[in-house]
């Protein structure tokens, strides 16, 4: 059974960061494309960054310079370090494991951004 469990989410204040994090079990980590979206009150879920599995990154316009994505296979987790976050980045966060066009998805972590 695959589960994506996110952590590290909470309030921050703006020009702050966080880091979050999605603890993967029940796959093949290594070989998962992973990556996060995040969905506003009222809006449509959000691409933010991917991280292949064969290592190659892509962050949205809307945050690249400030967002990295990262993974460390040997603990099953990805990461998105998120920099000087904006009250537009606050969201519920989900993290998605992909392969052969099959998506397994965590359940969201809040981020709320005071200003």
């Known amino acids: 059974q695959v589960q994506l469990v996110e952590s590290g989410g909470g309030l921050v204040q703006a020009g702050g960061s966080l880091r979050l994090s999605c603890a993967a079990s029940?796959?093949?980590?290594?070989?998962?494309?992973m990556g996060w979206y995040r969905q506003a009150p009222g809006k449509d879920r959000e691409f933010v960054a991917i991280?292949?599995?064969?290592?190659?990154?892509f962050h949205a316009a809307s945050v690249k310079g400030r967002f990295t994505i990262s993974r460390d296979n040997a603990k099953n987790t990805v990461y998105l370090q998120m920099n000087n976050l904006k009250s537009e980045d606050a969201a519920i966060y989900y993290c998605?494991?992909?392969?052969?066009?099959?998506?397994?998805w965590g359940q969201g972590t809040q981020v709320t951004v005071s200003s």
């Open positions: 991280r292949w599995s064969g290592g190659n990154t």
């Open positions: 029940g796959l093949t980590f290594s070989s998962y494309d």
């Open positions: 998605y494991a992909r392969r052969n066009s099959v998506d397994y």
